[in-house]
């Protein structure tokens, strides 16, 4: 068969790869000039390493990858155990607590005994849990002030949730920290040289196996006629398949399907509701955190999610001895923070980095990424309606974001859905 691959993201090129050693005639179609989606790197001034536009590492449980990376020969990972913590206002200070363990929940000082015991045992209660339909049944805030209690909710969690849901906040399910806190580990993984040597591997791979890869290409329409598949292009070209995978998100999907699927299932996927992610990325000569890699926000004053602080993880050797810090942000699409330029987002988030850190300078803050359609809304309409591997139309397979459901989107879920999606083709 001729298969088409939309989007050249991870799932995409493992896709890509597993169709080609069946010996599938492949076309992989990217709109942007480089490959690997939200994982891609990019170099900058004296740095030995790319970096990630989008924040990236790996938990240790995640299976999938590690199997198929030890499948196509590629080893090469750096293993580290760094600090999470939480930053919290008390009085007039920022004070950063950290979340790692018991030890540290048991230390927390906003929290009475009472209250530490009962978020303990529910978290150790989900950490051992397998998935069950009451997590889809009941909402994130239901789950917590049920059973770790109002002040846990009010907060450890409402600020984070708020933080990322926005208006969205109540609406989300249980199902969403169910796995937050089932897959997390404390034992972390990055891939030496970033992730970009991944993606470049598996070009590689792929280019070996004969799949044509075409870059700066945006399919503007997929249409059907005698049981073949015709994918145009933005610029009018046409080329016929046999069978296509779509790694597009839900809504560019909706968009370039308009005259393939029925009418229903075009209606079904428009009920799915994302957000826009969005990482302004600071090179400063001091970090802004001594230790931390990963701090959530728990403020809601302060305009930022996360601050994830790369060097603290990845030693700075590798990005000419400066310290990487990125400001993480969910967004919906009205926002006008998506409407900055990177200056002004510097401008904008500097005053508040300096109220966790005085001393705080930026020294070079060029790059601002957004992504848009990064995060699913996971409530009741999402269940009803998430898209799933096999469609309507006979051998058009999607395999994107939303489908890492009850998980949040990683690299790990990424090979997964790439290598189901193949197989899927192949039976079929």
Known sequence: MKIAILGGGLTGLVAAHQLSIHTHMVVLFEKKPTLGGLASGFFHDGWKWPLEKTYHHMFSNDGDIFSYMKEIGFNSFVYKTPLTSSLYRVEKNYRIFPVDSPQDLLKFPLLGLPDKIRTGITVLLLKISPFLDFYQENTSIELLRKFMGEDSWKIMWEPLMRGKFGKYAENILASFIWARINKRTRKLVYIKGGFQSLIDFLEELNKKQNVVIK??????????????????????????????????????????????????????????????????????????????????????????????????????????????????????????????????????FLPYLKQINSEFKILNSKFYFKAPYAQPIVDSAFIKNKPDYITPVKNFIIANLDMTYPYDRGINFSVKMGKQAAEILIKK
């Open 215 to 348: 870059k700066n290409i945006t399919i503007s329409q997929v249409e059907k006629n005698n049981n073949r598949f015709t994918i145009i292009t933005q610029a009018g070209e046409r080329e016929v398949f046999d069978g296509v995978i779509s790694t597009l998100p839900t809504p560019v999907l909706v968009n370039v399907s308009s005259k393939l699927f029925p009418e229903y299932y075009q209606q079904q996927l428009q009920k799915i509701k994302h957000l826009f992610a969005s990482n302004l990325i600071i090179e400063s000569d001091v970090p802004l955190f001594e230790k931390e890699y990963w701090v959530n926000v728990c403020d809601i004053n302060l305009p930022i999610l996360a601050l994830v602080q790369h060097t603290n993880f990845i030693d700075n050797k590798y990005y000419n001895n400066k310290h990487i810090l990125y400001v993480a942000n969910y967004f919906d699409e009205k926002s006008p923070f998506l409407k900055m330029d990177a200056n002004s987002a510097a401008e904008f």
